[in-house]
């Protein structure tokens, strides 16, 4: 059975509510995309809550509704779309393919292709979190992983079962995403941090998710030498002070992303993204070991991409055997 998602910011209830579907529709005709609507049977009877944040390259909707209605989306624009339900289920047709959802699937759709979406409440409640990916940062991944390959050819798998490693993992992608965006906008304020999510997210779907180019991610060229990691790691350090995704160091040095995870394996032992995590613990470390710094340790840490405390403090602990506070009573001679 799939863990259930009913946890943390997942479960709670959106900040916005009101009243019936044109309240609904009145209230957030603005960030709607173009939609073509089946409202509910009693509008006098429907229930909403609902919210929107907004980061960079994605945003994420949280939804509850007392009644079923449905729509078919008219947008032209190719965002992704990744959904959880935590009540009731859907219907769903993405270009010619139907599928259903339950709380124990993820979906994924093109926008431009999901011709309907049949929302069913389960007595009385129907709620829902969706991560809307934009089409710069969806196209940009593909292109790096694919070629020119556009996301409306790749006739996506529209559901993912959240018992599998690629669902449990995009499942915890997702709620550190969901959070941050939610809890004091921590990604929001850490676009370093927010890069590297959405990047892993996106690669994670396409990597591991049946789709038409799925057998074009062996190819590439020969062979990564100790010469491209190198110039990978200078790039890195050079610069750290940039919002890096593997995407970015891949075009720099010249080779395909998958390649350069393949070569820090084989080369570091390690993947790219784990280097470059500990490049930025360096940094913090640097600037906390500095006397003259004023920052707060959680300030330090967030400007260098790192947005949960309790886990930066562990992997700090863990890279140089002190705890961050303790490398600031150090730098102010406190002992």
């Not at 929107?52 to 190719?78: F, H, K, P």
């Not at 998710?209 to 990564?224: C, E, T, Y």
């Not at 890279?319 to 961050?324: E, K, N």
Request: hydrophobic residues 45%.
């Amino acid at each position: 059975m799939a863990e259930p998602i009913l946890q943390g910011t997942f479960e709670e209830a959106p900040v916005l509510s009101g009243a019936g579907f044109e309240n609904l529709l009145a209230s957030f005709g603005a960030h709607l995309f173009s939609i073509k609507v089946s409202p509910p049977n009693s509008d006098a009877a429907f229930r909403w809550r609902s919210d929107i944040s907004a980061g960079q390259g994605v945003s994420v909707w949280r939804t509850r509704y007392s009644a079923d209605w449905s729509y078919s989306s008219e947008s032209l624009d190719d965002d992704l779309v990744m959904a959880f339900l935590t009540a009731g289920s859907a219907d769903m047709t993405v270009g010619t393919r139907s599928a259903r959802r339950t709380p124990a699937t993820i979906a994924l759709a093109p926008l431009s292709m999901l011709r309907r979406h049949q929302m069913k409440a389960m007595d009385g409640s129907y709620a829902n979190v969706m991560l809307r990916f934009d089409a710069n940062l969806v196209a940009g991944v593909l292109k790096a992983m694919f070629g020119h390959a556009a996301l409306t050819k790749l006739d996506l798998t529209p559901t993912i079962d959240l018992s599998t490693n690629t669902g449990r993992t995009l499942l915890q992608l997702s709620r550190t995403v969901v959070s941050g965006m939610h809890e004091q906008q921590l990604l929001v304020r850490s676009p370093k941090a927010m890069a590297l999510l959405t990047e892993a997210a996106l690669r994670l779907v396409f990597e591991n998710v049946p789709h038409r180019f799925i057998d074009k991610l062996d190819r590439g060229p020969a062979d990564v030498t100790p010469r491209h990691i190198h110039r990978a790691i200078e790039y890195m350090r050079a610069n750290l002070h940039r919002s890096l995704t593997m995407i970015d160091i891949a075009e720099a040095v010249g080779i395909s992303d998958r390649y350069l995870q393949l070569g820090f394996r084989r080369y570091r032992d390690t993947t790219p993204a784990m280097y470059l995590r500990q490049i930025r613990l360096e940094a913090v470390h640097t600037e906390l070991a500095r006397p003259e710094n004023r920052l707060p340790i959680h300030e330090v840490a967030l400007k260098w991409g790192f947005t949960h405390m309790g886990r930066f403090a562990a992997q700090y602990r863990a890279a140089f055997g002190v705890s961050p506070s303790e490398t600031v009573r150090r730098a102010l001679g406190i002992y």
